[in-house]
């Protein structure tokens, strides 16, 4: 299971997996790779839970084994 992370480590990592952005629409920002459009949540002082991290990854099509790798 992936870990708590902060927001600056999560688009570090996103970017990584071929994510563009972030970019700012609506009420959320959010991060594209070719047509997908993922929506991350905005920048706040406390890192991003476990949960909340799962499944943004769930969205993503990343599996914790690949996050946990980079």
Avoid at 20 to 32: A, D, V
Avoid at 34 to 58: A, W
């Amino acid at each position: 299971m992936p870990r708590s992370i902060s927001w600056p480590n999560l688009v570090k990592k996103l970017r990584l997996f071929g994510f563009l952005g972030p970019h700012s629409g609506g009420k959320h920002l959010f991060m594209t790779k070719g047509d997908f459009v993922l929506h991350i949540p905005n920048p706040h002082r406390n890192d991003i839970s476990q949960h909340l991290l799962s499944e943004i990854l769930r969205q993503a099509g990343i599996s914790s084994r690949d996050w946990n790798e980079k």
